[in-house]
């Protein structure tokens, strides 16, 4: 069965230094979202990205944030210039549809630490 | 906009008795509801989601959850808990107002004691 990967499964990061998370999304799935998880925290929504471009975007997913998506199967997310509340878990996740039925499949997280 | 209340941050049930993990929504019109499972370094998976086909939605693993329009509520349950049901257990909103984006509950942890 199709699934979404992420590399690394964990980061660890001094504060102030650049961290590009990767994803590889399922192959024939047309969006693509990154979602964080701070420790004790509820799942957040940071970023859609559709047709090459975001198509929306949180309140947290600042200057410091870029997506991309480099080739046809990579989806990247990059912090800039990571801070300490930066540290979390990061879910990428892929659907086929765009309607607000459509299931997202997540991948397994990238686990950032900044230090 | 649309969100999720989980009202149980932990529950604990003996295996082979029932599970009911419960789950307020908030929505202006009827909303796409989903519940999605998380087992330790495992990415989240996706156990049922309620699209206005049908009240009643069953899921993978034996879970299903009802849609109560009266109540706002979409409660998942299982007749009888396995070890492996162990997991956290998200309940979630596709929100139109940032592109069907997910809204996630801040989630129950489900631990199933012998």
């Known amino acids: 069965e199709p699934e979404v990967t992420q590399t690394p499964s964990h980061q660890v990061t001094q504060m102030g230094q650049e961290v590009i998370l990767r994803c590889v999304p399922i192959?024939?799935?047309?969006?693509f979202y990154w979602y964080r998880q701070i420790l004790g925290q509820k799942v957040e929504f940071l970023v859609s990205?559709?047709?090459?471009?975001?198509?929306?975007k949180s309140e947290i997913f600042d200057d410091q944030f870029s997506v991309e998506r480099p080739d046809g199967s990579n989806f990247t997310l990059k912090i800039r210039s990571t801070k300490l509340e930066d540290s979390a878990m990061y879910f990428c996740?892929?659907?086929?549809?765009?309607?607000?039925?459509?299931?997202?499949?997540f991948g397994p997280g990238t686990r950032l630490l900044v230090l | 906009a649309q969100s999720v209340t989980q009202l149980d941050s932990h529950v604990s049930v003996s295996e082979g008795t029932p599970v009911l993990l419960r789950c307020n929504y908030s929505?202006?019109?009827?909303?796409?509801l989903f519940w999605y499972v998380q087992h330790p370094n495992k990415g989240l998976q996706l156990l049922l989601k309620y699209t206005s086909a049908a009240t009643l939605v069953k899921g993978i693993n034996g879970f299903e959850a009802e849609f109560k329009k009266s109540e706002t509520s979409f409660h998942l349950t299982k007749p009888s808990a396995h070890m492996s049901d162990a997991a956290e257990y998200f309940c979630?909103?596709?929100?139109?107002?940032?592109?069907?984006?997910?809204?996630f509950g801040k989630g129950t942890s489900l631990l199933v004691t012998p």
């Open positions: 979630v909103v596709s929100d139109p107002n940032s592109g069907y984006a997910l809204n």
């Open positions: 929505s202006s019109y009827s909303p796409s």
């Open positions: 990205f559709y047709n090459n471009e975001i198509s929306e």
């Open positions: 996740a892929s659907k086929n549809g765009g309607g607000r039925q459509e299931t997202q499949y």
């Open positions: 192959s024939n799935h047309l969006y």
